[in-house]
């Protein structure tokens, strides 16, 4: 099956500097790899996502990178604000055994004043 | 449109009690998911359901697991004599299909089994 690692567990940055994250996954037969932010006490929404024949997707402030080749993706924070603060999954789909999203354990990101 | 919802949003058990989540997906999302988050971890694949198809079990971690979806809508999340290790956050998220789409999360359900 998929494994998928996520780098920092936590990260803590000043109000305008850039965050990034980092997430491995080992299987060549995931193909779509979405980024997830969660709120205290709420459930994890969708943020920005990837397909594997896309090396680099950019909304606003959120940008994410996909290198195929060494099975790593990234996500990219510019500029961030306080209400940046959360907790970030990556996931990748694996189509070889279910169809199902496999999640890093999260990062902790903390923007502060 | 309204999203996923579950119910409740808390719930405290006394360990050996069994205890039903129940998921409301979003109308006209044929997949359903069930996760299970423990504190500070990732989220934990248990169970999805899609149509009429039979539904991957896979992640269910014991026997004392089940779900069922009903008439291809409403889901609930069974587990039968809770042990304290099933303390966690039961989430459940829907949508349009098992391929690569958006899955759309709930606000999950605390289960806390004392």
């Known amino acids: 099956g998929e494994n998928v690692e996520q780098h920092p567990s936590t990260l803590s940055v000043q109000e305008g500097d850039s965050a990034v994250i980092k997430c491995t996954y080992s299987?060549?037969?995931?193909?779509?790899f979405p980024w997830y932010k969660q709120e205290l006490g709420k459930g994890p929404q969708l943020i920005i996502d990837i397909r594997s024949n896309v090396g680099e997707k950019k909304d606003q402030r959120i940008a994410v990178t996909l290198n195929k080749t060494a099975k790593h993706f990234s996500l990219h924070i510019t500029e961030t604000q306080p209400e940046d603060s959360a907790v970030y999954f990556c996931?990748?789909?694996?189509?070889?055994?279910?169809?199902?999203?496999?999640f890093g354990t999260g990062t902790q990101l903390k923007v502060e004043l | 449109g309204a999203g996923v919802s579950q119910s409740p949003s808390n719930k405290v058990t006394e360990k050996g009690k069994d205890v039903e989540l129940r998921c409301d997906p979003i109308?006209?999302?044929?997949?359903l998911y069930w996760y299970r988050q423990s504190l500070g971890q990732g989220l934990e694949f248990l169970i999805y359901?899609?149509?009429?198809?039979?539904?991957?079990k896979s992640g269910l971690p014991s026997d004392r697991f089940s779900a069922e979806r009903t008439g291809g809508s409403v889901s609930t999340l069974t587990i039968q004599r809770t042990q304290q290790e099933d303390s966690a956050v039961y989430l459940c998220?829907?949508?349009?299909?098992?391929?690569?789409?958006?899955?759309?999360f709930g606000p999950g359900t605390r289960l806390t089994v004392t």
């Open positions: 998220a829907s949508s349009l299909g098992t391929g690569a789409y958006e899955q759309y």
């Open positions: 299987d060549s037969a995931s193909n779509y």
């Open positions: 109308s006209g999302h044929t997949a």
């Open positions: 996931a990748a789909f694996y189509t070889g055994g279910g169809n199902k999203l496999t």
């Open positions: 359901f899609q149509g009429n198809s039979a539904p991957d």
